[in-house]
């Protein structure tokens, strides 16, 4: 599979008065759907992180569509836009349990080496476990 969906219930405290998802809490969202990725691979971020690899993010963009609302199930798709080098991007889509598209995004995330503080390639053991992963 080229994606992966993620199923998650917007919290009460995820909205404004009006029962409207505050609009920060899509990147969180996002973040959700790429650790969810990450793990169908059988990596995450405290394993890369034990190995000396930090992956912060270093773009995000969000286009908003439609509103999501309190108690509403929503579903993100995570698609990998090209294979990892020294940074990794994602593609999100966002939608409601009566399938309305949300919001899309975009995050860029960067390898890390921890001790140098500097960018790095892509760790061979990712690219390894991505090596049936079509685009």
Known sequence: ????????????????????????????????????????????????????????????SIKYKNSARYDDLLKVKTILKKMPTASIEFDYELRNESDVLLATGNTVLAFINMKSNRPTRCPKYI????????L
């Open 127 to 134: 690219l390894d476990q991505l090596q049936n992963y079509s």
């Open 1 to 60: 599979m080229n994606y992966n969906e993620t199923e998650l219930r917007v919290r009460y405290g995820e909205t404004d008065q009006m029962g409207v998802v505050y609009h920060a809490n899509y990147a969180a969202y996002f973040e959700v759907g790429r650790t969810e990725w990450l793990r169908e691979f059988g990596l995450s971020y405290s394993g890369m992180e034990a190995d000396g690899v930090m992956l912060p993010v270093i773009s995000l």
